[in-house]
């Protein structure tokens, strides 16, 4: 029965993991549908509206202890602080491709991230990677160089996104709170300059939310359910399946930007483009054979030191050993 019910929360974590990643990459079909808003404009109302609907849930399930406990630790403040500074730039960067036409461009971004969180462990944490690891990142390189020839520049939207959301993922790691509690801090610290801006708009005469109609405001004030449903899903496949399980999932959503792009979009995907491409995805393939054979072995390191846990010496010294009662 325990087996069964494991069984079954493996398969529920799976499916909120594989809807949180299908959702955040189905998400270029909506910016587009908040024009004429500007990137500015739908980045603040996402940041206010996001606030609205974490701080609804957290009074809903009544779950404030947190915030206690965060309030009287100054570091963890400050990097909060950090994280919310750094995933607006993600936000905002995000939404401003996505409507300027760059989606295919803002989908590699996420198909290098994990090769940047890779660089990222090695030279600021100080991590030793296996010969694999360090392949994949070669190639991870020589594919950005190839892209530089294809777009006649660096990728620097791409790099951009792909930096700003390992740097992300790496305060997180420190500061350490669960996604919705994330979030809701996050907002807080973007809350009151989101606002700002939004009223400095409205002065200008340049704020959309009111004068397009009740379908728009409406669009741009679900920017917090669109910001925080993928990400009640992704806590809850976090907790129900293995980080290998959820690193592979986490490729659904730049293949489904990566598709929108060409299919969707129509974007151009010169040769050069899909040779750089195609050595990411070579990067990426040798990243996640290295990682399950790594779990492999660890899980297989495991099992070993519990059998021998579990075996006591033969009494009667004949060197046969025999495993104690469970």
């Not at 899909?274 to 054979?293: E, Q």
């Amino acid at each position: 029965m325990a087996e069964g019910k494991q069984d079954n929360q493996g398969r529920t974590g799976v499916v909120n993991g594989a809807a949180a990643y299908v959702m955040w990459g189905l998400v270029p079909l909506f910016w587009p549908l908040l024009k004429p808003a500007g990137a500015g404009e739908i980045l603040a109302h996402r940041m206010v509206w996001s606030l609205v609907v974490v701080a609804a849930a957290l009074l809903f399930v009544r779950k404030w202890g947190w915030l206690r406990e965060l309030a009287r630790q100054p570091r963890r403040l400050a990097l909060v602080t950090v994280a919310a500074a750094v995933i607006t730039v993600n936000w905002g960067l995000y939404i401003w491709s996505v409507n300027a036409g760059h989606v295919v461009e803002a989908s590699l971004g996420y198909f290098i991230n994990p090769l940047v969180s890779i660089a990222l462990g090695v030279l600021l944490l100080g991590e030793r990677l296996r010969p694999a690891q360090w392949a994949a990142v070669g190639v991870g390189l020589l594919a950005v160089l190839v892209l530089a020839v294809g777009y006649g520049r660096p990728p620097w939207i791409s790099l951009a996104l792909a930096f700003s959301f390992g740097t992300y993922g790496l305060v997180k790691k420190k500061v350490d709170l669960g996604g919705v509690e994330s979030l809701a801090a996050e907002t807080a610290v973007q809350f009151l300059p989101a606002l700002g801006y939004l009223v400095w708009l409205g002065t200008q005469g340049r704020l959309t939310f009111a004068q397009e109609g009740f379908g728009h405001g409406a669009l741009l004030a679900s920017t917090g359910l669109v910001t925080a449903i993928p990400l009640v899903c992704f806590g809850a496949a976090a907790i129900r399946v293995p980080l290998s399980t959820l690193g592979l999932l986490q490729y659904l959503a730049p293949v489904f930007q990566f598709a929108l792009g060409i299919l969707y979009f129509h974007e151009a995907m010169p040769a050069e483009r899909w040779a750089g491409f195609g050595l990411v995805w070579a990067a990426l393939a040798v990243l996640t054979w290295d990682a399950l054979r790594s779990a492999r072995a660890g899980r297989a390191r495991l099992a070993r030191a519990a059998a021998a846990a579990t075996a006591v010496p033969d009494p009667a010294g004949t060197g046969v050993q025999r495993e104690t009662a469970r």
